[in-house]
């Protein structure tokens, strides 16, 4: 048996709480701002014309991603795997969903908006003293901005060094692709691996 239906999912649940409800905002505050600054890491969800669904991981130093004002923020595109998965996406439906985390802070931030991708020389230039000024950004008019509550980062004790996995309890990244896509080429090791990321980060 399967809900497939609103009204049936509802009977599940109890409605939301007035707090949950009215602590969505149309625009970032002060706070909202704050916590972007300080941010160093946000998942960018986008889905396809097609439906196809991405969420890709940014990262950069705190506040690589800019606020422009109350509803509009730019995130640069660092180098990649040229899949360019969510930049597809955002020229097919221009929407993207946004959360943003601070290390050792179980509270998110959730920001949904309208996305483009810019090559303005005004955009390009807030970047221009970052270690690599981006080909493009990714502007974001907002429409929701939501403070996230803790619940999720703390059953998952993510911040929690006791409860970090060692990196050596999987197999390195070359070793799994080479499972994945076949071959009988050495795999590269982790080391080798961080050595080659270091070098286009």
């Not at 960018?44 to 991603?65: E, I, K, L």
């Not at 802070?105 to 483009?116: F, S």
């Not at 911040?159 to 996995?165: L, N």
Request: glycine share 6%; hydrophobic share 45%; net charge neutral.
């Amino acid at each position: 048996m399967r809900i497939s239906t609103i009204a049936a999912l509802r009977t599940l649940y109890a409605p939301a709480r007035e707090r949950s409800v009215k602590k969505e905002l149309a625009q970032l505050d002060a706070h909202c701002t704050r916590f972007i600054a300080q941010s160093p890491f946000v998942v960018v969800a986008s889905a396809g014309a097609n439906g196809a669904m991405d969420a890709s991981p940014r990262g950069g130093t705190p506040g690589f991603v800019k606020v422009l004002d109350a509803a509009a923020l730019l995130i640069p595109d660092s180098p990649g795997n040229n899949r360019l998965d969510t930049l597809e996406n955002i020229i097919q439906t221009g929407r993207v969903g946004l959360l943003f985390l601070l290390p050792g802070v179980d509270e998110t931030l959730r920001v949904n908006g309208r996305a483009t991708l810019s090559i303005a020389e005004a955009d390009l230039a807030l970047f221009a003293h970052a270690e690599r000024v981006p080909k493009l950004v990714i502007r974001v008019a907002v429409d929701a901005v939501y403070l996230h509550c803790a619940k999720a980062l703390m059953r998952s004790n993510l911040w929690d060094a006791t409860r970090h996995v060692e990196r050596s309890s999987l197999p390195s990244m070359g070793e799994m692709l080479r499972d994945q896509m076949g071959g009988d080429s050495v795999a590269e090791t982790q080391a080798q691996m961080l050595a080659r990321y270091a070098a286009d980060l």
